[in-house]
Protein backbone atom coordinates (compact mmCIF):
# COMPACT_ATOMS: atom_id res chain seq x y z
CA UNK A 1 0.00 0.00 0.00
CA UNK A 2 1.63 3.16 -0.88
CA UNK A 3 1.49 5.49 2.89
CA UNK A 4 -2.11 6.68 3.09
CA UNK A 5 -2.45 9.88 3.71
CA UNK A 6 -5.06 11.86 6.51
CA UNK A 7 -4.91 13.89 9.74
CA UNK A 8 -8.26 13.12 10.65
CA UNK A 9 -11.32 10.55 10.20
CA UNK A 10 -13.46 13.05 9.10
CA UNK A 11 -11.17 13.26 5.74
CA UNK A 12 -11.91 9.69 4.92
CA UNK A 13 -15.49 9.43 3.39
CA UNK A 14 -14.87 11.64 0.61
CA UNK A 15 -11.45 9.41 -0.44
CA UNK A 16 -13.49 6.43 0.28
CA UNK A 17 -16.07 7.63 -2.29
CA UNK A 18 -13.54 7.85 -4.99
CA UNK A 19 -12.42 3.86 -5.21
CA UNK A 20 -15.86 2.27 -4.04
CA UNK A 21 -18.81 1.50 -6.35
CA UNK A 22 -21.47 3.63 -5.99
CA UNK A 23 -23.63 1.54 -4.85
CA UNK A 24 -21.45 0.07 -1.97
CA UNK A 25 -20.28 3.72 -0.99
CA UNK A 26 -24.04 4.33 -0.83
CA UNK A 27 -25.02 1.29 1.30
CA UNK A 28 -22.21 1.86 3.64
CA UNK A 29 -22.31 6.02 3.70
CA UNK A 30 -26.14 6.43 4.14
CA UNK A 31 -28.71 6.81 6.69
CA UNK A 32 -32.47 6.53 6.79
CA UNK A 33 -35.04 8.55 5.04
CA UNK A 34 -34.02 12.66 5.68
CA UNK A 35 -30.82 11.52 7.11
CA UNK A 36 -31.24 13.93 10.26
CA UNK A 37 -30.00 10.74 13.10
CA UNK A 38 -26.93 10.31 10.52
CA UNK A 39 -26.20 14.05 11.03
CA UNK A 40 -26.90 14.86 14.27
CA UNK A 41 -24.92 11.81 15.61
CA UNK A 42 -22.27 13.76 14.26
CA UNK A 43 -23.25 17.51 14.83
CA UNK A 44 -24.35 16.86 18.76
CA UNK A 45 -20.50 16.57 19.55
CA UNK A 46 -20.15 20.28 18.97
CA UNK A 47 -22.56 20.96 21.21
CA UNK A 48 -20.97 19.77 24.16
CA UNK A 49 -17.79 21.35 25.58
CA UNK A 50 -15.23 20.09 27.58
CA UNK A 51 -13.71 22.01 30.77
CA UNK A 52 -9.92 21.50 31.07
CA UNK A 53 -8.50 20.92 34.37
CA UNK A 54 -5.01 22.48 35.03
CA UNK A 55 -1.65 21.61 36.61
CA UNK A 56 -2.03 17.97 37.02
CA UNK A 57 0.98 15.93 35.98
CA UNK A 58 0.02 14.65 32.55
CA UNK A 59 3.80 13.69 31.46
CA UNK A 60 1.81 9.85 31.93
CA UNK A 61 -1.47 9.08 30.25
CA UNK A 62 -2.95 5.97 30.50
CA UNK A 63 -5.29 5.04 27.67
CA UNK A 64 -6.29 1.61 29.31
CA UNK A 65 -9.40 0.44 30.58
CA UNK A 66 -11.31 -3.15 31.14
CA UNK A 67 -14.07 -4.81 29.64
CA UNK A 68 -15.80 -8.30 30.65
CA UNK A 69 -12.36 -8.37 32.80
CA UNK A 70 -9.73 -8.19 30.01
CA UNK A 71 -7.50 -4.95 29.85
CA UNK A 72 -8.30 -3.06 26.56
CA UNK A 73 -5.11 -0.43 24.87
CA UNK A 74 -8.30 2.00 24.64
CA UNK A 75 -11.92 2.61 25.39
CA UNK A 76 -12.85 1.66 22.07
CA UNK A 77 -14.33 -1.55 19.93
CA UNK A 78 -15.32 -1.82 15.81
CA UNK A 79 -18.92 -1.74 15.51
CA UNK A 80 -20.60 -3.98 13.93
CA UNK A 81 -20.66 -3.98 10.02
CA UNK A 82 -22.25 -5.97 7.90
CA UNK A 83 -20.46 -7.33 4.34
CA UNK A 84 -16.84 -5.96 4.57
CA UNK A 85 -15.58 -7.91 1.59
CA UNK A 86 -17.06 -5.38 -0.67
CA UNK A 87 -14.65 -2.65 0.84
CA UNK A 88 -11.20 -4.79 0.70
CA UNK A 89 -10.95 -8.78 -0.22
CA UNK A 90 -9.90 -9.14 3.00
CA UNK A 91 -12.41 -7.72 4.92
CA UNK A 92 -13.42 -8.67 8.29
CA UNK A 93 -10.15 -10.94 8.19
CA UNK A 94 -8.45 -7.52 7.72
CA UNK A 95 -10.51 -5.68 10.18
CA UNK A 96 -9.99 -8.15 12.73
CA UNK A 97 -6.14 -7.94 12.87
CA UNK A 98 -6.32 -4.48 12.72
CA UNK A 99 -8.25 -4.27 15.93
CA UNK A 100 -6.15 -7.36 17.91
CA UNK A 101 -2.61 -5.41 16.22
CA UNK A 102 -4.53 -2.27 18.12
CA UNK A 103 -4.98 -4.23 21.63
CA UNK A 104 -8.74 -3.43 20.89
CA UNK A 105 -12.30 -5.30 20.16
CA UNK A 106 -14.12 -6.16 17.41
CA UNK A 107 -17.84 -6.96 16.75
CA UNK A 108 -18.32 -9.09 14.28
CA UNK A 109 -21.45 -8.75 11.86
CA UNK A 110 -24.01 -11.91 11.76
CA UNK A 111 -24.20 -10.57 8.36
CA UNK A 112 -20.14 -11.08 8.03
CA UNK A 113 -19.50 -12.03 4.26
CA UNK A 114 -16.25 -13.88 6.12
CA UNK A 115 -17.50 -16.48 8.23
CA UNK A 116 -17.37 -15.74 12.17
CA UNK A 117 -14.95 -18.73 12.93
CA UNK A 118 -12.35 -17.65 10.31
CA UNK A 119 -12.51 -14.02 12.02
CA UNK A 120 -12.31 -15.41 15.54
CA UNK A 121 -9.19 -16.79 14.40
CA UNK A 122 -7.52 -13.57 12.89
CA UNK A 123 -8.10 -11.52 16.12
CA UNK A 124 -6.20 -14.37 18.45
CA UNK A 125 -3.89 -12.09 19.19
CA UNK A 126 -6.60 -9.66 20.69
CA UNK A 127 -8.08 -8.91 24.08
CA UNK A 128 -11.54 -10.07 23.57
CA UNK A 129 -14.02 -10.30 20.31
CA UNK A 130 -18.37 -9.60 20.63
CA UNK A 131 -20.02 -11.31 17.61
CA UNK A 132 -23.22 -8.96 16.91
CA UNK A 133 -26.44 -11.34 16.93
CA UNK A 134 -29.62 -10.98 14.58
CA UNK A 135 -32.40 -13.21 15.45
CA UNK A 136 -33.93 -14.82 12.75
CA UNK A 137 -37.57 -16.45 12.71
CA UNK A 138 -35.43 -19.79 12.90
CA UNK A 139 -34.79 -20.44 16.33
CA UNK A 140 -32.74 -23.52 15.87
CA UNK A 141 -30.67 -21.97 13.78
CA UNK A 142 -29.83 -18.68 15.77
CA UNK A 143 -28.99 -21.36 18.57
CA UNK A 144 -26.38 -23.02 16.29
CA UNK A 145 -25.25 -19.98 15.13
CA UNK A 146 -24.48 -18.72 19.37
CA UNK A 147 -22.93 -21.77 20.12
CA UNK A 148 -21.25 -21.71 17.16
CA UNK A 149 -19.67 -18.62 17.98
CA UNK A 150 -19.01 -19.62 21.58
CA UNK A 151 -17.38 -22.42 20.41
CA UNK A 152 -15.20 -20.25 18.40
CA UNK A 153 -13.98 -18.44 21.11
CA UNK A 154 -16.06 -15.39 21.14
CA UNK A 155 -16.37 -13.56 24.47
CA UNK A 156 -19.77 -11.94 24.90
CA UNK A 157 -22.79 -11.79 22.72
CA UNK A 158 -24.17 -8.31 21.17
CA UNK A 159 -27.85 -8.43 20.34
CA UNK A 160 -29.14 -5.82 18.20
CA UNK A 161 -32.49 -5.12 18.87
CA UNK A 162 -33.14 -2.21 17.11
CA UNK A 163 -33.56 -3.73 13.76
CA UNK A 164 -37.05 -5.65 13.76
CA UNK A 165 -36.38 -4.53 9.61
CA UNK A 166 -34.24 -2.45 7.86
CA UNK A 167 -34.55 1.47 7.50
CA UNK A 168 -35.94 3.09 5.00
CA UNK A 169 -32.45 3.59 3.05
CA UNK A 170 -33.54 5.20 -0.13
CA UNK A 171 -29.74 5.19 -1.36
CA UNK A 172 -29.84 1.84 -1.60
CA UNK A 173 -33.44 1.86 -3.48
CA UNK A 174 -31.89 4.11 -6.17
CA UNK A 175 -28.94 2.44 -6.25
CA UNK A 176 -30.99 -1.27 -6.30
CA UNK A 177 -27.91 -2.14 -4.10
CA UNK A 178 -27.19 -5.67 -3.86
CA UNK A 179 -24.56 -7.83 -2.65
CA UNK A 180 -22.44 -8.11 -5.40
CA UNK A 181 -21.77 -11.38 -7.22
CA UNK A 182 -18.67 -13.79 -5.93
CA UNK A 183 -19.54 -12.47 -2.35
CA UNK A 184 -21.56 -14.91 0.17
CA UNK A 185 -23.23 -14.04 3.63
CA UNK A 186 -21.09 -16.57 4.93
CA UNK A 187 -22.62 -17.39 8.96
CA UNK A 188 -26.08 -18.06 7.08
CA UNK A 189 -25.37 -20.74 5.07
CA UNK A 190 -27.50 -23.45 7.60
CA UNK A 191 -30.46 -20.50 7.60
CA UNK A 192 -32.94 -22.77 5.30
CA UNK A 193 -31.82 -26.10 6.82
CA UNK A 194 -34.45 -28.04 8.24
CA UNK A 195 -33.54 -27.86 12.08
CA UNK A 196 -36.92 -28.28 13.13
CA UNK A 197 -36.06 -30.83 15.73
CA UNK A 198 -35.66 -28.40 18.69
CA UNK A 199 -39.00 -27.33 18.54
CA UNK A 200 -40.07 -29.76 21.35
CA UNK A 201 -37.21 -28.79 23.87
CA UNK A 202 -37.94 -25.40 22.99
CA UNK A 203 -41.04 -23.73 23.68
CA UNK A 204 -40.33 -20.22 22.25
CA UNK A 205 -39.54 -22.29 18.32
CA UNK A 206 -42.09 -21.62 15.89
CA UNK A 207 -42.58 -24.48 13.76
CA UNK A 208 -44.48 -21.88 10.98
CA UNK A 209 -41.73 -19.64 10.98
CA UNK A 210 -38.79 -22.39 10.75
CA UNK A 211 -40.83 -23.52 7.57
CA UNK A 212 -40.94 -20.11 6.60
CA UNK A 213 -36.98 -19.84 6.15
CA UNK A 214 -36.80 -22.97 4.00
CA UNK A 215 -35.23 -23.16 0.93
CA UNK A 216 -31.91 -21.22 1.66
CA UNK A 217 -31.08 -20.94 -2.56
CA UNK A 218 -34.08 -18.58 -2.87
CA UNK A 219 -33.45 -16.31 -0.15
CA UNK A 220 -29.89 -16.03 -1.05
CA UNK A 221 -31.20 -15.45 -4.24
CA UNK A 222 -32.86 -12.22 -2.56
CA UNK A 223 -29.89 -10.96 -1.37
CA UNK A 224 -28.21 -11.10 -4.73
CA UNK A 225 -30.95 -10.05 -6.98
CA UNK A 226 -32.71 -7.04 -5.70
CA UNK A 227 -36.25 -6.03 -7.57
CA UNK A 228 -37.61 -3.02 -6.42
CA UNK A 229 -35.91 -1.31 -3.54
CA UNK A 230 -32.86 -3.30 -1.93
CA UNK A 231 -32.19 -6.37 -1.98
CA UNK A 232 -30.41 -7.19 1.64
CA UNK A 233 -33.83 -5.22 3.07
CA UNK A 234 -36.43 -7.83 2.02
CA UNK A 235 -33.57 -10.66 2.94
CA UNK A 236 -33.83 -9.22 6.11
CA UNK A 237 -37.45 -8.68 6.59
CA UNK A 238 -37.61 -12.30 5.21
CA UNK A 239 -36.14 -13.27 7.95
CA UNK A 240 -35.32 -11.73 10.95
CA UNK A 241 -37.91 -11.96 14.12
CA UNK A 242 -39.97 -8.36 14.33
CA UNK A 243 -41.97 -10.48 17.11
CA UNK A 244 -38.88 -10.11 19.63
CA UNK A 245 -39.45 -9.12 23.34
CA UNK A 246 -37.16 -8.62 26.14
CA UNK A 247 -38.32 -12.57 27.07
CA UNK A 248 -35.45 -13.53 24.48
CA UNK A 249 -32.71 -12.69 27.08
CA UNK A 250 -33.78 -15.67 28.98
CA UNK A 251 -34.40 -18.01 25.99
CA UNK A 252 -30.76 -16.92 24.95
CA UNK A 253 -29.30 -17.57 28.47
CA UNK A 254 -30.56 -20.90 28.24
CA UNK A 255 -28.51 -21.55 25.47
CA UNK A 256 -25.51 -20.05 26.08
CA UNK A 257 -23.23 -19.09 28.98
CA UNK A 258 -21.97 -15.89 26.89
CA UNK A 259 -22.05 -12.46 28.24
CA UNK A 260 -25.42 -11.07 26.61
CA UNK A 261 -25.10 -7.23 25.82
CA UNK A 262 -28.07 -5.29 24.05
CA UNK A 263 -27.30 -2.69 21.02
CA UNK A 264 -29.38 -0.02 20.17
CA UNK A 265 -30.84 1.28 23.72
CA UNK A 266 -32.11 4.83 23.82
CA UNK A 267 -34.36 5.51 26.66
CA UNK A 268 -33.80 5.06 29.99
CA UNK A 269 -37.03 2.84 30.29
CA UNK A 270 -35.48 0.43 27.66
CA UNK A 271 -31.88 0.57 29.63
CA UNK A 272 -33.82 -0.55 33.12
CA UNK A 273 -36.48 -2.95 31.07
CA UNK A 274 -32.73 -4.68 29.81
CA UNK A 275 -31.17 -4.60 33.01
CA UNK A 276 -34.26 -6.28 34.73
CA UNK A 277 -33.96 -8.76 31.74
CA UNK A 278 -30.29 -10.06 32.81
CA UNK A 279 -28.37 -8.46 30.25
CA UNK A 280 -25.09 -7.91 30.75
CA UNK A 281 -24.24 -4.47 28.76
CA UNK A 282 -25.79 -2.05 27.21
CA UNK A 283 -24.84 0.00 24.22
CA UNK A 284 -26.73 3.41 23.56
CA UNK A 285 -27.33 3.21 19.39
CA UNK A 286 -29.09 4.65 16.83
CA UNK A 287 -27.72 2.33 14.00
CA UNK A 288 -25.28 4.91 12.71
CA UNK A 289 -28.71 6.73 11.90
CA UNK A 290 -29.70 3.80 9.56
CA UNK A 291 -32.68 2.98 11.42
CA UNK A 292 -35.56 4.95 12.75
CA UNK A 293 -35.02 8.52 11.40
CA UNK A 294 -35.58 11.29 13.99
CA UNK A 295 -34.41 9.37 16.88
CA UNK A 296 -31.99 10.86 18.98
CA UNK A 297 -28.82 11.44 18.30
CA UNK A 298 -26.51 8.95 20.37
CA UNK A 299 -24.87 10.98 22.57
CA UNK A 300 -27.81 13.14 23.80
CA UNK A 301 -29.64 9.71 24.66
CA UNK A 302 -26.28 8.67 26.65
CA UNK A 303 -26.41 10.37 30.07
CA UNK A 304 -29.79 9.45 30.88
CA UNK A 305 -29.41 5.87 30.23
CA UNK A 306 -26.20 6.03 32.41
CA UNK A 307 -28.09 7.05 34.88
CA UNK A 308 -31.09 4.65 34.98
CA UNK A 309 -28.15 1.62 34.82
CA UNK A 310 -26.16 3.26 37.42
CA UNK A 311 -23.20 1.58 36.79
CA UNK A 312 -24.73 -2.10 37.54
CA UNK A 313 -23.76 -2.95 33.99
CA UNK A 314 -21.00 -1.38 31.43
CA UNK A 315 -22.91 0.99 28.89
CA UNK A 316 -21.11 1.19 25.52
CA UNK A 317 -21.85 4.12 22.74
CA UNK A 318 -21.74 4.94 18.69
CA UNK A 319 -22.68 7.09 16.84
CA UNK A 320 -20.25 9.55 14.90
CA UNK A 321 -17.11 9.32 17.18
CA UNK A 322 -14.64 10.38 14.46
CA UNK A 323 -12.27 12.25 17.40
CA UNK A 324 -10.33 11.91 20.62
CA UNK A 325 -13.15 14.33 22.06
CA UNK A 326 -15.62 12.51 21.15
CA UNK A 327 -14.31 9.43 23.15
CA UNK A 328 -14.06 11.76 26.28
CA UNK A 329 -17.09 13.66 25.81
CA UNK A 330 -19.25 9.95 25.77
CA UNK A 331 -16.73 9.00 28.64
CA UNK A 332 -17.71 11.87 31.02
CA UNK A 333 -21.21 11.51 29.98
CA UNK A 334 -21.45 7.68 31.36
CA UNK A 335 -19.85 5.34 28.83
CA UNK A 336 -17.44 3.09 29.41
CA UNK A 337 -16.41 2.56 26.10
CA UNK A 338 -17.38 3.53 22.49
CA UNK A 339 -18.03 2.03 19.28
CA UNK A 340 -16.47 3.32 15.84
CA UNK A 341 -18.30 2.43 12.92
CA UNK A 342 -17.66 4.02 9.06
CA UNK A 343 -14.65 4.98 9.60
CA UNK A 344 -12.69 1.35 9.94
CA UNK A 345 -14.77 0.89 6.25
CA UNK A 346 -13.06 3.44 4.95
CA UNK A 347 -9.35 2.63 6.12
CA UNK A 348 -10.52 -1.05 5.22
CA UNK A 349 -11.61 0.25 1.21
CA UNK A 350 -8.34 2.64 1.04
CA UNK A 351 -5.91 0.23 2.68
CA UNK A 352 -6.84 -2.96 3.75
CA UNK A 353 -5.92 -3.64 7.41
CA UNK A 354 -3.29 -1.24 7.12
CA UNK A 355 -5.79 1.34 6.49
CA UNK A 356 -7.64 0.16 9.47
CA UNK A 357 -4.95 0.24 11.78
CA UNK A 358 -3.96 3.69 10.42
CA UNK A 359 -7.63 4.70 11.29
CA UNK A 360 -7.18 3.66 14.86
CA UNK A 361 -4.11 4.98 15.69
CA UNK A 362 -4.92 8.49 14.71
CA UNK A 363 -8.36 8.54 17.11
CA UNK A 364 -5.88 6.76 20.08
CA UNK A 365 -3.40 9.36 19.60
CA UNK A 366 -5.81 12.54 19.81
CA UNK A 367 -7.28 10.31 22.76
CA UNK A 368 -4.05 10.56 24.37
CA UNK A 369 -3.77 14.19 23.43
CA UNK A 370 -7.09 15.31 24.08
CA UNK A 371 -6.91 13.09 27.96
CA UNK A 372 -3.69 15.18 28.46
CA UNK A 373 -4.57 18.85 27.42
CA UNK A 374 -7.90 17.85 29.58
CA UNK A 375 -5.54 17.39 33.12
CA UNK A 376 -6.92 13.80 33.03
CA UNK A 377 -3.94 10.84 33.37
CA UNK A 378 -6.13 8.28 32.88
CA UNK A 379 -9.49 7.42 32.35
CA UNK A 380 -10.77 7.43 35.92
CA UNK A 381 -10.08 10.63 36.32
CA UNK A 382 -13.06 11.76 33.63
CA UNK A 383 -16.30 13.04 34.92
CA UNK A 384 -19.43 14.90 34.54
CA UNK A 385 -18.13 18.05 35.26
CA UNK A 386 -16.27 17.92 32.66
CA UNK A 387 -18.25 18.26 30.04
CA UNK A 388 -20.80 21.55 29.46
CA UNK A 389 -23.95 20.31 28.17
CA UNK A 390 -25.96 22.44 25.73
CA UNK A 391 -27.91 23.68 28.04
CA UNK A 392 -25.21 25.02 30.50
CA UNK A 393 -23.67 26.60 27.07
CA UNK A 394 -24.47 30.22 26.05
CA UNK A 395 -23.88 29.05 22.10
CA UNK A 396 -26.09 26.76 22.27
CA UNK A 397 -28.96 29.11 22.73
CA UNK A 398 -27.97 31.14 18.73
C1 LIG B 1 -22.38 -0.34 6.52
C2 LIG B 1 -22.89 -0.59 7.91
C3 LIG B 1 -23.30 -1.85 8.25
C4 LIG B 1 -23.79 -2.08 9.53
N1 LIG B 1 -24.12 -3.36 9.89
C5 LIG B 1 -24.55 -3.60 11.13
C6 LIG B 1 -24.82 -4.93 11.54
O1 LIG B 1 -24.66 -5.88 10.79
N2 LIG B 1 -25.27 -5.11 12.80
C7 LIG B 1 -25.45 -4.06 13.67
O2 LIG B 1 -25.87 -4.27 14.80
N3 LIG B 1 -25.16 -2.81 13.31
C8 LIG B 1 -24.70 -2.56 12.08
N4 LIG B 1 -24.37 -1.28 11.73
C9 LIG B 1 -24.43 -0.19 12.73
C10 LIG B 1 -23.07 -0.04 13.44
O3 LIG B 1 -22.82 -1.16 14.25
C11 LIG B 1 -23.00 1.20 14.34
O4 LIG B 1 -24.11 1.22 15.22
C12 LIG B 1 -22.92 2.52 13.59
O5 LIG B 1 -22.29 2.39 12.34
C13 LIG B 1 -22.16 3.53 14.45
O6 LIG B 1 -22.16 4.78 13.86
P1 LIG B 1 -20.91 5.40 13.03
O7 LIG B 1 -20.85 4.68 11.73
O8 LIG B 1 -21.31 6.83 12.89
O9 LIG B 1 -19.66 5.24 13.85
C14 LIG B 1 -23.88 -1.03 10.47
C15 LIG B 1 -23.46 0.25 10.09
C16 LIG B 1 -22.95 0.47 8.84
C17 LIG B 1 -22.49 1.85 8.48
C1 LIG C 1 -29.34 -9.20 4.47
C2 LIG C 1 -28.21 -8.36 4.97
C3 LIG C 1 -28.68 -7.19 5.76
C4 LIG C 1 -27.55 -6.55 6.50
C5 LIG C 1 -28.00 -5.45 7.41
C6 LIG C 1 -26.88 -4.95 8.20
C7 LIG C 1 -27.19 -3.72 8.98
O1 LIG C 1 -27.47 -3.79 10.13
C8 LIG C 1 -27.13 -2.43 8.34
O2 LIG C 1 -27.30 -1.41 9.06
O3 LIG C 1 -26.97 -2.33 7.11
Given at each position: ?S????????E????????????????Y???????S???????V?S????????M??????D?T???????L???V??A???????????G????S?????E????????????????V?Q????????????Y????????????????R???N????????P?????????????????????????????????E???NP?????????V????????????A?E??G????F??????S??W?????????????I????????????R????????????????????TA????????????????????????G??????????L????????L??????G????????????L???????R???????????A?????M???????????L
Amino acid sequence: MSELFFQNLDELEPLAEQVLPKTVFGYYASGSETESTLRDNRAVFSRYRLMPRMMVDVSNVDTTCTLLGRELAYPVLIAPMAMQCMAHPDGELAVSRAAAAEGIPMVQSTMGTVGLADVRQAGAGGPLMFFQLYVFKNRAFVRQLVQHAERSGYNGLMVTVDAPFLGKREADERNNFKLPDGLRLANLEGLGANLGKETASNPSFNPVDANSVAGAATRDAAVHDAGEGSGVSKHFSDNIDASLTWAFVAWLRSVTSLPIFVKGILSAADAERGVDAGVDGIVVSNHGGRQLDTAPASLDALPAVAAAVGKRVPVLMDGGIRRGTDIIKALALGADAVLLGRPVLWGLALGGQQGVQKVLETLRKELRLSMALMGCPSLAHLNRRMVLVPWEHPSARL
